[in-house]
C-alpha cells in the first residue's frame, strides 16, 4: 500500500516514525484538543510521498525522520535551521508544510522548572556561561544543546559514546559540569533500568548540580535512579514531552493553551501509569489488599509469586525447597525486572523482595512503594519456608529497616484487606 494511501485513518493529527512502539501521544493530544490523533509507522521510502500527498493537518514527527521532516518542509522556523530537524509539522491552508523544533520548546519548560524548583534559581542563573553534558549527537541532542545554549546561555558540550572519547574520562575533560542531560535511548522501555553512566563516574563532578533525562518511559530511568541515590537532583522526560505536545497543539489549532495544562496532564499519566508496590513481611496480607486496591483502582493485580509459579511451574516454597533460597532470589529478581517495567499495575511482592538490592530499582523506575506493617504477633508461618527455617522474629530484624528505607508509604494494617486498601488509595491519593 502507498504511504499516502495508508494514511491516519482519517486523523487530522498523528505521529509519525518507524517503530513507534508504545507512545503517550494520543491520550495528550486528546486532552489538549488536537483530536483524533492516530501512530503511523513508515518505512524510510514512504515518508515523503506521505508527507507531500497525505491527508493530515499537524503532525508530530519522531525517530529517524525528523531530517527528512526538516528537509521536505517549505517553511523552516530558525530553530529548524538551525538543528536542520524538525519534530513538528502544520500543513497550512494553501498546503505549504510548515516545520518547527517544540523539542526545544519541551525542553526549555523542563529546564525552568526544574532550575527554578530543584535548584532555587532561573536556568539562566544557574548555568549561564557554565558547562553542560548533553549526551548523545541525535535530533533530541541537537534540540537540547540548542535550547540550552540560547535559553539558559550555558556551555552546552556533546558528548557521544560513539565520538573519539566516548564516555571515558568524562569528568576529567569537564571537571566544572554542573548539568548531565541524557539525550540517548539508554534505559528507555524494555532495557531499563539500563543508565549511560556507572556510579563511578557520576561521583566524579565536584560542581554537579542536576541530572536530566529526556526518556519518560520508565517514569525514573537507571539514570535518574542512580543521582537520586547519590543525592543529586534529577528529573526523567515525560514533562518534556507533555510541554513539547502543548506547543505542537497550539501550532496544529492555531490557538494558545494555557502552560498549566503541561502539570495537570503530566500529573495523570503518572497516577495512571505509575504502578503500585506492596512490600511487607510474610503474612502481612499484601495479596489479599492488592486484589482490593486492583478492584478500587481498575487496574490490573499481580503477585509476584503466582506470575513465578506460572512462569517456571513450581511455586516459590517447591524452589526453595528444591533449590534453595539463592536460586529463588535470582528469578524471582527476574520477574520484578519483567513486572516493574511495566505501567498501571498494582504488585504485591514475597517478603524477601528487599533481600535483593537491585529490586529497588526494578521496582521503583515505574511504581511507588508501599510498606504493610502488621505487628509479628498477627503473622502466620504456615507454609512460609523461609519464615518456617529463621523464624519471623529473626526474619523482622533483617528486614524491617529495609522495607522503611524502601517505602515512599508505611501503612499500619487496618485489620481487613478492604481497610489496607482504601489507606493506601488515599495514601498515594489515587
Request: glycine fraction near 12%; hydrophobic fraction near 40%; charge should be negative.
Amino acid at each position: 500500500m502507498e504511504a499516502c494511501e495508508k494514511g491516519l485513518g482519517g486523523a487530522p493529527y498523528g505521529l509519525i516514525g518507524r517503530k513507534l512502539g508504545h507512545s503517550w501521544s494520543p491520550r495528550i493530544h486528546e486532552r489538549l484538543g488536537s483530536r483524533p490523533y492516530a501512530l503511523l509507522e513508515l518505512e524510510p521510502e514512504e515518508v515523503e510521498p506521505f508527507l507531500r500527498g497525505g491527508a493530515w493537518r499537524g503532525l508530530n514527527v519522531t525517530i529517524p525522520y525528523k531530517l527528512d521532516a526538516a528537509r521536505i518542509a517549505d517553511v523552516c522556523s530558525d530553530a529548524v535551521r538551525a538543528l536542520g530537524a524538525a519534530n513538528t509539522l502544520v500543513r497550512t491552508d494553501d498546503g505549504s508544510i510548515v516545520a518547527e523544533n517544540t523539542d526545544v520548546l519541551g525542553f526549555s519548560w523542563m529546564l525552568t522548572r526544574f532550575c527554578r524548583e530543584r535548584l532555587g534559581r532561573s536556568p539562566r542563573e544557574a548555568l549561564e556561561g557554565r558547562d553542560v553534558l548533553v549526551l548523545g549527537s541525535g535530533g533530541a541532542g541537537r534540540a537540547v544543546r540548542y535550547a540550552l545554549e540560547s535559553f539558559a546561555g550555558a556551555q552546552a558540550s556533546v558528548i557521544s559514546r560513539g565520538g573519539p572519547d566516548g564516555y571515558e574520562g568524562l569528568a576529567s575533560r569537564h571537571p566544572g559540569a554542573a548539568l548531565i542531560v541524557n539525550t540517548t535511548p539508554v534505559g528507555m522501555y524494555p532495557n531499563c533500568p539500563d543508565s549511560p553512566l556507572d556510579e563511578d563516574t557520576l561521583t566524579s563532578f565536584p560542581d554537579l548540580a542536576g541530572v536530566l533525562d529526556v526518556v519518560y518511559n520508565p517514569a525514573r530511568t537507571g539514570l535518574v535512579l542512580l543521582a537520586e541515590r547519590l543525592g543529586i537532583p534529577a528529573e526523567s522526560g515525560l514533562a518534556m514531552l507533555v510541554a513539547q505536545a502543548l506547543y505542537a497543539s497550539e501550532l496544529f489549532q492555531g490557538t494558545t493553551l494555557g502552560d498549566e495544562l503541561v502539570e495537570s496532564i503530566e500529573h495523570e499519566i503518572l497516577s495512571q501509569a505509575e504502578n503500585v508496590v506492596l512490600i511487607g513481611m510474610p503474612g502481612a496480607g499484601k495479596t489479599s489488599c492488592g486484589r482490593e486496591l486492583a478492584h478500587l483502582l481498575g487496574r490490573p493485580f499481580v503477585d509476584l509469586d503466582d506470575a513465578l509459579a506460572l512462569e517456571t511451574g513450581r511455586s516459590a516454597a517447591q524452589i526453595i525447597e528444591e533449590d534453595g533460597e539463592r536460586a529463588f532470589r535470582a528469578v524471582e529478581t527476574a520477574v520484578a525486572r519483567d513486572y516493574g517495567s511495566r505501567s498501571g499495575l498494582v504488585i504485591a511482592c514475597g517478603g524477601g523482595i528487599v533481600t535483593q538490592a537491585e529490586n529497588l530499582d526494578l521496582l521503583r523506575q515505574n511504581g511507588r512503594i508501599v510498606f504493610l506493617d502488621r505487628p509479628l504477633d498477627e503473622l502466620s508461618a504456615d507454609g512460609r519456608p523461609v519464615s518456617q527455617s529463621r523464624g519471623i522474629e529473626r526474619l523482622a530484624a533483617e528486614r524491617m529497616g529495609l522495607y522503611r528505607s524502601w517505602a515512599d508509604v508505611t501503612l499500619r494494617c487496618t485489620g481487613s484487606p478492604s481497610g489496607d486498601a482504601e489507606a493506601a488509595r488515599r495514601a498515594l491519593g489515587l
